[in-house]
């Protein structure tokens, strides 16, 4: 069975200041890993994702993740924070066995940028 | 290229009626998949069609919950009769097949929420 921990359901930091959200997972196999984000009256936008190629994984407006095998985690990180970049994250683990590859989901963690 | 549609946005019906979501998948797109996410939970998968086939419905919490895909296009998603438990925003996912380098990526619909009254 998979499984994902994001640490800290609220997280705030001042605009410029660097973001780190964390994600844990458990998988009984190699997973694939994802970050998705909503903005506040939208759907769910994929930031970016690993799927056993580089273990840095460079993604949309400015994010970057590591995978970390040892570590079983994905934190998501930003250098500078934009007020833009208020929203909710979750972070989500899948593989590609039975043929789904249904997500499994963390329960989100929201980050409010102060000005 | 459109992206996932859903249908509707938003929808409050009372304690033992009917309603009916709907979601377009992006054009070409195989795999089409249901989650919801109850409030203050985390967003849960539902079920999963491959064409007009349900791969995997594992995650259908009971029989209230039916799902159809006619023709392999779009997807509904029907709640008989709904109860106060069922509210929340229900997500629609769609993937081309499983491989390449956009092997598993889903592309998720705006949701509708639902409320139970």
């Known amino acids: 069975a998979q499984s994902v921990t994001q640490l800290g359901s609220h997280v705030s930091v001042s605009e410029g200041a660097l973001v780190l959200l964390r994600c844990n997972y458990s998988?009984?196999?190699?997973?694939?890993l994802f970050w998705y984000v909503q903005y506040p009256n939208q759907g769910l936008q994929l930031l970016l994702k690993y799927t056993s190629a580089a273990t840095l994984v460079k993604g949309i407006n400015g994010f970057e993740a590591e995978f970390k095998k040892s570590e079983t985690s994905f934190h998501l990180t930003k250098p500078s924070a934009h007020m833009s970049d208020a929203a909710e994250y979750f972070c989500a683990v899948s593989y590609s066995g039975a043929g789904s590859y249904q997500l499994t989901f963390g329960k989100g963690t929201k980050l409010s940028v102060i000005p | 290229e459109a992206g996932v549609t859903q249908f509707p946005s938003h929808s409050v019906i009372e304690k033992g009626q009917t309603v009916t979501l709907r979601c377009d998948p992006i054009?070409?797109?195989?795999?089409l998949y249901w989650y919801r996410r109850v409030m203050g939970k985390e967003i849960k998968f539902l079920l999963h069609?491959?064409?007009?086939?349900?791969?995997?419905e594992s995650g259908m919490p009971n029989n209230r919950f039916l799902a159809e895909r006619t023709g392999g296009t779009y997807s509904t998603l029907k709640v008989q009769p709904a109860e106060l438990e069922d509210s929340g925003v229900y997500f629609c996912?769609?993937?081309?097949?499983?491989?390449?380098?956009?092997?598993?990526?889903?592309?998720f619909g705006p949701g509708t929420r639902l409320t139970v009254l």
């Open positions: 069609f491959v064409k007009e086939s349900k791969q995997d």
């Open positions: 996912a769609s993937s081309q097949e499983a491989s390449g380098l956009d092997r598993g990526t889903q592309y």
């Open positions: 054009s070409g797109h195989d795999n």
């Open positions: 998988s009984s196999v190699p997973p694939y």
